[in-house]
């Protein structure tokens, strides 16, 4: 998707009309006649006690003086009521109370002076533009609109997720992989939640604001309801309301539709309790209580190892490539890329038949990007639509279906382009892919359209980072997104376009 390109427009501001200059003027004139006025007054007051104009009518020479002062502060207050009605006729011409107005300073959409977070979710992009106003950094905002995500998109992720990630820390050039590590049996047919303590862990490296902060936002959303959006609506409709009632269907037992209001009160006790909790290691040991209680297991034995690893890295003419280590599919994706770049061909096929799985996974994603460069990637699934379609009756908690080891995770593969200072196209670029193992080589694609792109660039004028073409849709449902930065400014864009909403500062 590209964003059209729209000058910066500054607007002069006047200050001054032609007409001030006889306003002076008649200002100067109000002074003078004050001057003499008041030194005509003063003269009269300092007249010796016993000269005869000290009497008037008789009256002895103190009631002269008391005369002359009331004389004295009825022309002062004239003279103040006369150039406060000036002024004020200045005012109403000039404006010169008021500030003045400010600069007009027009951007293309999708750019952002500061900071910027994309998401399937409307309210989460809200609640990571929040966060990002409120000081909080990229790792903040992504990780507070990943667990708002765990709270209005259900069928896609949750606390029962596996989260994958990829930060690029702007200050260090470090790029740091989130790994959920492999997956793990909770009970037959059912995932070991991780999100809590992954998510937990790359706030505690790299957050800013206090965990807690992160978490009240979907807390209140679990507690006080949202609103089901088109993707929850679309996806109740195609699953059914099996094993998912009462949460997400009316009292009649058909599935909550477009608008409807859907709580998560259990949930909503989940998060306030982790929100306490002052380690990643004990973040998700209150939900694994829970989780076995209803299971009637004992303790589980297994336990979450999510881990903040180096991310693999590529180097090549145009910059290095990060992205995340196997069992994500980083390593395939990376070995696409190779071969691409050493056969010289500018358009592959985008749609190879590569990490081909018996069920399409189904994942989230967002993307958070600031004007220095800094950026988050998260991509998080259940592994089928609504995961094992088990609702966990104290916990709220949809638990995932994904427990085979050595699966691939197909749908994992964020990647940052950082270039080479000579580039003046970008300074990094992100992208994350959602849908098929097909959509994520549109990633490749989309990547490598990048690459051959001719960059050209006219000093000291801003261009709108070019975005992935409509075109990369074609291999099935899915969704791209898109971050960068360029000339200290943040960008985003999707494809397709419009699917995920936006929001920056």
Request: charged residues 10%; contains cysteine; aromatic residues 4%.
């Given at each position: 998707m590209e964003a059209s390109a729209e000058p910066v427009l500054y607007q002069k501001l006047q200050i001054w009309e032609p007409n001030m200059e006889s306003e002076e003027e008649e200002e100067e004139e109000l002074e003078e006649e004050e001057e003499e006025t008041s030194e005509s007054l003063v003269l009269y007051l300092r007249r010796p006690l016993d000269a005869p104009g000290n009497k008037v009518d008789g009256l002895p020479g103190a009631w002269a003086r008391l005369v002359a002062a009331l004389l004295l502060l009825a022309v002062s207050c004239s003279l103040a009521v006369r150039q406060f009605q000036r002024r004020g006729s200045l005012t109403g011409r000039f404006g010169s109370v008021?500030?003045?107005?400010?600069?007009?300073?027009?951007?293309?959409?999708?750019?952002?002076?500061?900071?910027?977070?994309?998401?399937?979710?409307?309210?989460?992009?809200?609640?990571?533009?929040?966060?990002?106003?409120?000081?909080?950094?990229?790792?903040?905002?992504?990780?507070?609109?990943?667990?708002?995500?765990?709270?209005?998109?259900?069928?896609?992720?949750?606390?029962?997720?596996?989260?994958?990630?990829?930060?690029?820390?702007?200050?260090?050039?470090?790029?740091?992989?989130?790994?959920?590590?492999?997956?793990?049996?909770?009970?037959?047919?059912?995932?070991?939640?991780?999100?809590?303590?992954?998510?937990?862990?790359?706030?505690?490296?790299?957050?800013?604001?206090?965990?807690?902060?992160?978490?009240?936002?979907?807390?209140?959303?679990?507690?006080?309801?949202?609103?089901?959006?088109?993707?929850?609506?679309?996806?109740?409709?195609?699953?059914?309301?099996?094993?998912?009632?009462?949460?997400?269907?009316?009292?009649?037992?058909?599935?909550?539709?477009?608008?409807?209001?859907?709580?998560?009160?259990?949930?909503?006790?989940?998060?306030?309790?982790?929100?306490?909790?002052?380690?990643?290691?004990?973040?998700?040991?209150?939900?694994?209580?829970?989780?076995?209680?209803?299971?009637?297991?004992?303790?589980?034995?297994?336990?979450?190892?999510?881990?903040?690893?180096?991310?693999?890295?590529?180097?090549?003419?145009?910059?290095?490539?990060?992205?995340?280590?196997?069992?994500s599919a980083g390593p395939e994706l990376l070995a696409l890329l190779k071969a691409a770049l050493h056969s010289g061909e500018p358009h592959p096929d985008p749609c190879p038949p590569l990490l081909q799985t018996a069920v399409t996974p189904v994942s989230s994603i967002l993307a958070t990007v600031d004007s220095s460069g800094a950026m988050l990637l998260l991509t998080s699934s259940l592994n089928s639509s609504f995961g094992s379609g088990h609702v966990s009756p104290s916990s709220g908690v949809l638990l995932s279906d994904l427990v085979d080891r050595s699966a691939t995770s197909a749908w994992a593969c964020p990647l940052v382009l950082r270039v080479s200072p000579d580039d003046t196209e970008a300074d990094v670029m992100g992208l994350v892919a959602s849908g098929n193992p097909k959509m994520a080589r549109a990633m490749t694609r989309a990547l490598l359209s990048h690459l051959t792109r001719p960059q050209t660039h006219t000093q000291h004028q801003q261009q709108p980072q070019q975005g992935p073409t409509e075109s990369s849709s074609t291999c099935g449902q899915g969704t791209l997104l898109q971050v960068a930065t360029h000339a200290e400014h943040s960008h985003v864009s999707s494809v397709p376009s419009g699917c995920c909403p936006f929001e920056g500062f």
């Open positions: 008021a500030a003045p107005p400010a600069s007009v300073h027009s951007h293309p959409t999708g750019v952002y002076h500061h900071g910027a977070i994309i998401s399937p979710a409307a309210t989460c992009s809200h609640l990571g533009q929040e966060l990002l106003a409120a000081g909080g950094n990229v790792v903040d905002a992504g990780v507070g609109a990943s667990l708002c995500l765990a709270v209005v998109h259900p069928h896609a992720t949750g606390l029962g997720a596996m989260f994958w990630g990829l930060f690029h820390n702007s200050s260090s050039a470090n790029t740091t992989a989130l790994m959920s590590g492999p997956a793990q049996t909770l009970a037959p047919g059912l995932g070991l939640p991780t999100a809590l303590p992954a998510l937990h862990l790359l706030h505690a490296h790299f957050g800013h604001l206090p965990w807690s902060r992160l978490l009240m936002g979907p807390t209140m959303l679990a507690q006080e309801g949202f609103l089901v959006d088109e993707p929850l609506a679309r996806a109740l409709a195609t699953q059914g309301t099996k094993g998912l009632c009462p949460l997400f269907c009316h009292a009649d037992g058909t599935p909550l539709g477009l608008g409807d209001r859907a709580t998560n009160p259990k949930l909503a006790a989940v998060l306030g309790r982790a929100a306490l909790t002052p380690t990643p290691a004990l973040a998700g040991d209150e939900l694994l209580s829970l989780l076995a209680r209803d299971l009637g297991l004992e303790e589980p034995s297994a336990r979450p190892m999510p881990t903040l690893v180096p991310a693999l890295q590529f180097s090549m003419a145009q910059g290095t490539l990060f992205t995340t280590p196997g069992p």
